[in-house]
């Protein structure tokens, strides 16, 4: 392989490529082609830094194969594939040559070595995925875009200024793990902070997200917040600080994505709960925590591109995908109500699904840690998210009173990409000895064991029990036409109208110091017409007489006084 | 299949998971795991608990769809050429 090779290389030659070959199957051909020349390129490496290269007295590695990247980059490129399936009937050059970028940045940062290739992809990612959600072409979406940009491109500033601080410190540009002793490794946790959706910084995930083309959020759910997560596995393991953060996040968005009603939104609320796990995986530290936290990272990738793939079909044939709207879909649409089924399973860590082998992990390194609080709140998510995501997102699209929606079953392009994820859901949940064969931590892991089967079923039961009493309650009810404020408020709202408070009140400070300038002007400008003005006393015309007398009189008055 | 008999089923389900802890022996990571039915017990009052707690913030927090517009795609439409409508025969 040579010396220059990452698998990003391809994705950007196949996106160049792409505008050159003709919409129709050629295209598509070389889209679906891309992720596996990707694989190619580092598929049974040995372990090691390849493509090295000094740049200014820095080490620049372009790929580095280990355990972590490896596991990431199988992943993500088993994501490409999938999504690209999906995304089959597009016909929209932008998106397509967008998706590519996106993903091979996005793999391109899982093989970086050293924190400037790690930055230059970091910023590659954000640039190439806005125009996934500028690909919908409205004045919506044009500004949803903004403001994302916006969040990413600071994120990777502020990566920039932690690298270069880093830099400063140690003489070294490496990626490995750091510890929190600086300003500069604080930026960069706070760089992998913004991206990952840690809590107050995470708005940009709701806002964004559903504001995509259908494909685009699918997309988008794959990568940008999953190579947050192996950033801070591989930058930041052990953390403690992590795991608060952590808990935080896991908690903050279940009540959000529980009376949202923009189903895609849900979705993205139910991801930044599960990306917590990861999160408090990544705090906790211990191997097990850390395979824990990979693990999740990617069977999320998986469950939650099937959940988003499913809406998205339903927001593709029907024109929304707002559970006040929807409703009575599993007739006319059964396969993709069965694929949204199967997301909700695993996303409630339901037996027999990726969801359960993973979060088990994460759970019991918890438990084993002696993290009782910890535990519980991870515990109690799980509970939510049977509620937010694995009953009443299928619940309230496909089941459930008929709204009068008529919508033919998805294309079957977008049901064999959900079959894909589908099978590595179900796939991995039964045999997951492939999944932690790869896991970088040499740990042995049981997770169907009678005790855990029992107790995360009965997890499950109950759960169900609490959406059927809140569900007589009458608290599924969703208002029509209604959004939830969030955090983004303080920016999108009170910042603006702070601004243009801030900008009526300078304004009406200028123009009431212009008048009384103006004013002052006017009294001075009339005073001196008085004098000077045709009518003025200086401007008078003096008879020569008056003015021989009056000269006379001055030159008595010099003499007399000379003489005195 | 009903309403009333899909929570009539739940319910039996419930049930059985709880006395299934008395069955076997539960390995739990902490001594409060042992506690029959506790898994179970435990997801019902935080389900109860976050759903009450997404209640206030759902009465609190809840605008028209129309209160960031223009700038936001939540009072927009999809726009058709994203879509393929196809209405099923049904």
Excluded at chain 1, 383 to 400: D, E, Q
Excluded at chain 1, 464 to 484: D, E, K, M
Aim: net charge neutral; with cysteine.
């Amino acid at each position: 392989m040579p010396e220059f090779m990452t698998p990003a290389l391809v994705y950007v030659v196949a996106a160049l490529t792409l505008p050159l070959v003709p919409h129709g199957r050629w295209r598509q051909i070389l889209i679906i082609l891309t992720p596996f020349a990707g694989v190619a390129v580092f598929w049974g490496l040995p372990h090691g830094t390849y493509g090295n290269i000094n740049l200014m007295g820095m080490h620049i590695g372009l790929m580095r194969v280990d355990a972590l990247s490896y596991l990431f980059g199988l992943g993500f490129s088993l994501a490409v594939l999938v999504v690209a399936v999906y995304a089959w009937h597009v016909r929209d050059t932008i998106q397509q040559v967008a998706m590519l970028l996106y993903a091979g940045s996005a793999l391109g940062a899982v093989f970086a070595a050293d924190l400037v290739t790690l930055f230059i992809f970091w910023e590659g990612t954000a640039i190439a995925s806005v125009f996934l959600i500028w690909a919908r072409r409205t004045e919506g979406a044009y500004a949803a875009g903004m403001r994302y940009l916006i969040v990413q491109i600071g994120s990777g500033v502020i990566l920039l200024a932690g690298i270069i601080l880093f830099y400063r410190e140690t003489g070294t540009v490496a990626f490995r793990a750091m510890e929190l002793q600086s300003a500069a490794t604080w930026a960069i946790l706070l760089a992998f902070g913004i991206k990952c959706a840690f809590p107050l910084l995470h708005n940009w995930l709701h806002d964004a997200y559903p504001a995509a083309t259908v494909t685009g959020t699918v997309i988008l759910s794959a990568f940008t917040t999953k190579l947050a997560i192996y950033a801070l596995a591989r930058g930041f393991p052990g953390t403690e600080i992590l795991i608060y953060i952590g808990i935080a996040m896991v908690l903050f968005p279940i009540a959000y994505a529980l009376v949202e009603n923009e189903l895609r939104r849900v979705l993205t609320y139910a991801l930044n709960s599960q990306l917590g796990f990861m999160v408090v995986g990544i705090g906790i530290g211990t191997p097990l925590a850390l395979n824990g936290a990979i693990a999740h990272a990617l069977s999320s990738i998986f469950y939650q591109a099937l959940l988003f793939m499913s809406i998205g079909a339903v927001l593709f044939r029907t024109g929304t995908s707002k559970a006040s709207d929807l409703g009575g879909l599993a007739r006319q649409m059964p396969w993709t109500a069965l694929f949204c089924i199967v997301g909700g399973l695993s996303i409630a860590a339901l037996p027999a699904t990726t969801g359960f082998v993973s979060k088990s992990l994460v759970l019991s390194a918890a438990g084993y840690g002696g993290l009782y609080l910890v535990w519980l709140v991870l515990i109690a998510a799980n509970a939510a998210a049977v509620l937010h995501t694995s009953i009443r997102v299928p619940l309230s699209v496909f089941f459930g009173p008929d709204r009068g929606v008529r919508a033919k079953e998805a294309p079957s392009h977008m049901l064999v990409a959900m079959t894909l994820a589908a099978a590595v859901t179900i796939g991995i949940g039964i045999y997951p000895d492939p999944l932690y064969a790869l896991l970088p931590n040499d740990v042995t892991y049981e997770p169907y064991t009678l005790s855990h089967l029992i107790t995360q079923l009965q997890l499950v039961l109950f759960a169900a029990l609490a959406f059927a009493l809140l569900a007589r309650a009458g608290f599924w009810s969703t208002p029509r036409h209604a959004i939830l404020l969030d955090t983004d408020w303080l920016y999108r709202h009170l910042l603006s109208a702070g601004l243009g408070r801030l900008s009526a009140f300078v304004t009406a400070l200028w123009r009431w110091t212009s008048l009384l300038i103006q004013r002052r002007l006017n009294v001075f400008l009339s005073g001196i017409y008085r004098t000077h003005g045709p009518q003025g006393v200086l401007a008078r015309t003096w008879p020569t007489g008056s003015m021989v007398l009056w000269i006379a009189i001055l030159l008595g008055t010099t003499l007399v006084l000379t003489y005195v | 299949m009903t309403s009333r008999n899909g929570i009539a089923l739940l319910v039996a389900l419930v049930v059985a998971s709880v006395l299934a802890d008395f069955a076997y022996d539960k390995h739990g990571y902490f001594a409060f795991e042992h506690l029959p039915g506790f898994h179970g017990l435990f997801a019902l009052a935080a389900g109860i608990v976050l759903g009450l707690v997404a209640l206030g913030l759902r009465a609190l927090l809840t605008r028209d769809a129309n209160y960031y517009a223009p700038a936001s795609t939540d009072a927009e439409e999809h726009p058709a050429a994203d879509l393929e409508r196809e209405k099923a025969d049904a």
